[in-house]
């Protein structure tokens, strides 16, 4: 299938699929293919009838590394349908061709230079030179955090589930939090209730969430750390992404705690250690991780203000995370401080970042609540009877690829379910990857230059 998309009949890479639209059409088959299997009577539970909307939605949903889900995971797919869905779940956080190079690896095919600037394309880089060897790195790095994080979650899981059903919610859980993706098998105690069940838990919590910041990361910032040892060393990128996560992990917990300590609902009747846990969890979580262990439905409005800022940032780009990306957010912020301080150049760190940059975050921003406000009024012109605040909530959670849910999701009718497919794949594509593969085959170049002139602001 890889070749057949990549190259003609003659095996030559086609001239008339730029590498965004080779992105979109990959990731469509994946989907379809994830649908297909799902839509299947050996994926679903015994009695069980899901419809091939609901399994399409499913695949997207799962593909796009959201978690946002028409049924609950555990209570409508049985051992394959979900073995599905972690398939997907895979493929999804490690893009596309990353899979695919997999496979060359795998037929000890040679990755051609097309290949390769595929590659570069799909993991945001801008240089050719390594990308085999750092793919090779995010499949050991994946494959090594996923494993040891399943391996705590199944010692912990081991009492109360036996030992292969504990095994398999430990790898469940523990890739999807990896992947940032919302997923859960917990439904059989209670449906829609994530990990609730494990607040109090710190092995439990400590474990997802910090899967949840490793994967958010990016594979370039893992490679960076890797080799430089030393945050002096580290590229300008990577400073950029552990300062801004520090900041908002750490401001989003203090938040959520000084604004939920009192809400009986969620950590208004913790300890003070599990209630500052839970703060913190919340905060990660809420960048696109999609895991919870407090009852959404609970939080106060103004939690759920801050949540939506922070779940439309989300993480770094060229991770699983999803949102306009938090160097995008903090490239704007520091052009805006810039502007306010009559400066002509944006510098960080000893670095002077390119105008075209931050006219590129400022598109994306745009793009991304364009997105929102469009899908929004959608769903509340097909559905009024919907609160148009949980509406907003779930299509910036879409949008954002969170996968945190204001519950309406299984509410929503065909029409609506469509529109959130259509967000979930939009913010995991990217909007700028969406025109690029609609719009353009190669960059456009400016065919008239026109006087300079200045409008009123």
Excluded at 65 to 87: E, H, K, R, S, Y
Excluded at 294 to 306: L, P, Y
Aim: hydrophobic share 55%.
């Amino acid at each position: 299938m890889v070749d057949t998309l990549l190259s003609d009949d003659n095996g030559k890479p086609r001239r008339n699929l730029n590498p965004a639209r080779i992105m979109v059409l990959g990731f469509l088959l994946i989907v379809l293919l994830g649908a297909i299997l799902l839509f299947l009577p050996i994926s679903s539970r015994d009695g069980v009838h899901v419809s091939f909307l609901t399994s399409l939605f499913t695949s997207v949903s799962a593909t796009c590394v959201t978690g946002l889900v028409a049924v609950d995971t555990a209570q409508t797919w049985n051992l394959f349908g979900q073995i599905v869905i972690l398939c997907l779940l895979q493929i999804g956080a490690l893009g596309f061709m990353s899979v695919a190079t997999v496979f060359f690896f795998v037929m000890n095919k040679k990755i051609n230079l097309s290949q390769r600037l595929l590659i570069m394309q799909s993991m945001n880089l801008h240089d050719i030179r390594g990308v085999v060897r750092l793919i090779r790195h995010v499949i050991f790095g994946t494959l090594l955090f996923e494993g040891i994080g399943a391996a705590i979650l199944w010692i912990r899981f081991l009492p109360e589930f036996g030992l292969w059903r504990g095994l398999g919610m430990g790898v469940f859980h523990s890739v999807a939090a990896f992947c940032n993706a919302g997923f859960d098998l917990m439904g059989d105690g209670a449906e829609f209730s994530s990990l609730t069940a494990y607040s109090g838990d710190a092995v439990v919590t400590m474990t997802i969430m910090l899967l949840i910041i490793i994967g958010g990361l990016g594979f370039f910032v893992w490679e960076d750390i890797w080799q430089s040892r030393s945050f002096r060393k580290l590229h300008v990128h990577s400073k950029l992404v552990i300062v801004i996560s520090l900041l908002l992990i750490g401001g989003g917990g203090v938040f959520f705690y000084f604004a939920e300590r009192t809400n009986p609902a969620t950590i208004g009747q913790m300890s003070f250690p599990n209630a500052v846990l839970a703060s913190l969890f919340q905060s990660v979580t809420t960048r696109s991780g999609g895991i919870s262990i407090v009852n959404q439905a609970s939080i106060t409005g103004v939690s759920r203000m801050v949540m939506m800022v922070l779940m439309l940032i989300g993480g770094s780009a060229g991770s699983a995370a999803g949102g306009i990306k938090n160097v995008t957010v903090g490239i704007l912020f520091l052009s805006a401080v810039k502007s306010l301080r009559g400066k002509q150049r944006l510098s960080v760190f000893g670095r002077t970042i390119p105008e075209a940059q931050v006219a590129s975050a400022m598109s994306i921003m745009l793009l991304v609540l364009t997105a929102c406000f469009l899908g929004t009024v959608a769903i509340a012109f097909t559905q009024p009877e919907l609160s148009i605040s949980d509406i907003l909530f779930e299509m910036v959670s879409a949008v954002g690829t969170c996968g945190l849910s204001a519950g309406i999701t299984q509410f929503l009718s065909p029409v609506s379910l469509i529109i959130v497919m259509l967000s979930m794949f939009i913010g995991r594509i990217g909007v700028m990857t969406i025109g690029m593969s609609a719009f353009f085959r190669r960059s456009a170049k400016d065919k008239t230059k026109h006087p300079d002139t200045w409008v009123m602001m």
